[in-house]
């Protein structure tokens, strides 16, 4: 019979195999590879020993291909709850020195088990993925193990935050996961994401392309907008974890916690705007000379940039910013920036973040491909999330607001619970130039000199419309501000806004344009 | 197929008001490289590569097309 401290030694030498992970060999290839441990992962994320791991001892259940006879530790993931900054979350990180950190049942089944924790608990999960795919001695089970973490993604989704870390490669059905989650975090050269990788392109479309130019880092914040935060190494990366934690609150039911609330940057807001209308500037100057501390975490800051969206503060209380770029594509909206800017109105909407909007747009992007790829519904899915959103809505019109983007940049239309405008608004249903030539058609044509009649009513028109005082004749626009008030408007209208509630019809759900 | 990242091209038609880089010039990205009249708007094109002008393929004045080449870069040496 074991002594009860030889039953303690024996846990202590059991742990330890299994700590070990896939052995020193595999570990000094990781290392190689630029990459950290699943363990230091989850330690550079975590606050220092809140960690509990659970499911250490689990165990595969291949018993084919001379699997039963392999021992593979922790089935390939770590997984557990714990602390960052206090606050409880729950996460699991794949280990790829373990079997290249591919995914069976058991492993499935062990990430079930946190995120059912997360959920049962409303805190927030984070996954990182670092897996060669499906573990394929397993077979369908191993798909079995992906599919129950889908509908857990899917049952969790807007109930508890969601961040899917990319710390590897994620190819083939185990990129679902993250697409279904809030935020995808990646590291540049690190990441790896695709459905179909090089070797499969290249058998069947016979196109070469290396694993980073289909689906790297870049590629996912650049191009696709999978990624929603591009990070130079996986320590900056855990930073921005952190930081995003600290804006969102831990559940759907909750609001983000408060921090104590910081005057902005001493800026000259009022200078940032140009005085000429065909002058380009940076629209997040305007963010940050009204947020706290000038503060501003940006979200998908390298995808489709002519819209700008993200986090920060005013007077304590989260909010999300929502805006358009001018200095980017002029600030039209288009495919990918509609597809962008409603994901971000949906998520703080879930999450009980008032929505702070800067207007300053030329309207939607004209172009046959732009109408080809379906610009009407994907247009159309602002216009849905700003109407459908019941959280705080506040509205600032800085210059352009026409036409149809005028409308779907959460107008008093779209019951925006205050629209303020600058004196430089110009609100009207299309540029000066488009609207003279339309309804002063005769008048130009008959004209003994037209394009001086053209110019003449194109001032007309200018001189009526190009300003905020229209709308707000008939109410469209609540106030109009200096732009030195603009802090202050917002914080009034947020501290008015706090308790809001809004009945929505009962359905069991709504049918967003996708 | 992959677009080359060292191509510089209109993100819609408009009018070139002003060229700002020779060529032979290092740029880093982000640099103002021309300057693009286009939705009503005097937009700054940005580079989008650090590197160095290889060839200018529009001239001032010039009313360029939806993706028509405008500057050619090349990797800085």
Redesign the interface.
Known sequence: MATNQEKREDLKQRKSVVMAGGGEKAIAKQKESGKLTARERIDSILDPGSFQELDLFLKHSCRDFGMEKKDLAGDGVVAGTGTVNGRPVAIYAQDFTVVAGALGFMHGMKICKVMDHALKNKIPVIGINDSGGARIQEGVRALAGYGEIFYRNTMASGVIPQISVILGPCAGGAVYSPALTDFVFVVDQVSKMFITGPAVIESVLHEK?SQE?LGGARVHAEITGNAHFFAESEKECFAQIKELLSYIPSNNKGKAAPVAPKLPKKVNIADILPD?V???YDVRDVIRAVSDDSAFLEVQELFAANVVVGFGRIEGQTVGFVANQ??V????LDVDSSDKCARFIRYCDAFNIPLVTFVDL??Y???V?QEHAGVIRHGAKILYAYSEATVPKITVILRKAYGGGYIAMCSNHLHADFVYAWPTAEIAVM?S?GAANIIFAKDIKESENPEQTRQEKMQEYSDKFANPYVAASYGYVDAVIDPEETRSAVAHALMITRDKSVDTPCRKHGLPPF | MLKNIYNMEAFMPGTVLEIRVKQGDKVKKGDVVLILDAMKMDNEILSPVDGVVKNICVEQGASVAKDQLLVEFAPAE
């Open positions: 392309i130019d000429n065909r002058k380009p001018p200095r594509k002029a600030g039209v030329p309207g992007l004209p172009g491909d540029g130039a």
